[in-house]
């Protein structure tokens, strides 16, 4: 009896919603990070989904962290965002850091303006702004960019699922309850090996492109599977912060698309570290 009310407590109206937004969400992703590969289609549908992404982002964070007067705070962080993706897709990486940076000044000014929170607002555009930069330089940086790009979008699905996955079959202790009830420790042990696991994988089959040893991989994907989990806890103590439980709600009973990407964001920033140490001469 005890076995049976424990199988009970696996969330399946929660996987349902996972599925569908994957199923809605995961095709779009992997068309625009194989398009540049595709020498008829070219490297525009990554922009336009980067662009896309950049306002539905901005719009959510102006909402979330500042519900009274979001309007001038979400034109600006797009604006500053969309300049700054915009140099990074024609090459100009280092111009693109530049203009972020500029737009986490104007952020900041229009918050004070507005009389919201500059702190807020400022950091909305360096937290959004950052990966979407480094994902743009991982995937066109160079020819190696769709293998790194799809171990990066392989683990971090995997620490999502193994998370989500063995959380609900296994329970146990919550890992940090303050913040997010809902994850426990065995989630977060699982997401790692899971993560790790498919890191290697993804190494052996595109072995000739990355030129990264098996160990190294696992190492990856373990590094990326802690990078998604702190993406994850990073957005609920956010979410806390503003007083929200959902970012927004563009995906219906699932929340907004920061919510779905919120792992993703950091560990394209791990993903994006390991490259630039692998191609400064790290033996891997």
Not at 37 to 59: N, Q, Y
Not at 182 to 196: E, H, P, Q, R, Y
Not at 225 to 251: C, N, Q, Y
Request: aromatic share 10%; glycine share 12%.
């Amino acid at each position: 009896m005890t076995f049976l009310q424990r199988a009970k407590r696996f969330d399946w109206s929660n996987l349902r919603q996972r599925a569908m937004s994957a199923f809605v969400l995961a095709p779009l992703a992997i068309l625009a990070v194989l398009a540049p590969s595709i020498g008829w289609i070219g490297s525009w549908p990554f922009l336009v989904l980067m662009a896309v992404a950049i306002a539905l982002l901005a719009h959510e964070w102006a909402v979330m962290s500042s519900r009274e007067r979001p309007r001038g705070i979400a034109l600006v962080l797009a604006v500053g965002l969309l300049a700054a993706e915009f140099a990074a897709y024609r090459g100009y990486y280092h111009l693109a850091w530049l203009v972020l940076l500029g737009g986490i000044v104007a952020c900041a000014i229009v918050a004070l303006i507005v009389r919201a929170r500059p702190v807020d607002a400022a950091f909305g555009a360096f937290y959004l702004g950052g990966p979407c930069l480094a994902l743009t330089w991982v995937r066109l940086g160079a020819q190696d960019g769709l293998a790194w790009t799809i171990l990066l979008l392989a683990v971090t699905w995997a620490a999502d699922i193994g998370a989500f996955a063995v959380g609900n079959i296994v329970g146990g202790p919550k890992l940090w309850p303050r913040f997010s009830p809902n994850k426990t420790w065995s989630g977060f042990i699982g997401a790692l090996v899971v993560a790790m696991a498919v890191g290697a994988s993804v190494t052996v089959a595109f072995g000739s492109h990355m030129q990264v040893s098996l160990g190294a991989a696992a190492l990856m994907g373990l590094i990326g599977g802690l990078a998604t989990m702190a993406g994850d806890l990073l957005e609920s103590i956010l979410k806390r912060r503003f007083g929200v439980k959902d970012s927004g709600d563009l995906i219906p009973g699932h929340g907004g698309l920061l919510d779905r990407v919120d792992g993703l964001m950091i560990a394209i920033l791990a993903v994006a570290g390991a490259r630039l140490i692998h191609l400064a001469g790290w033996d891997a």
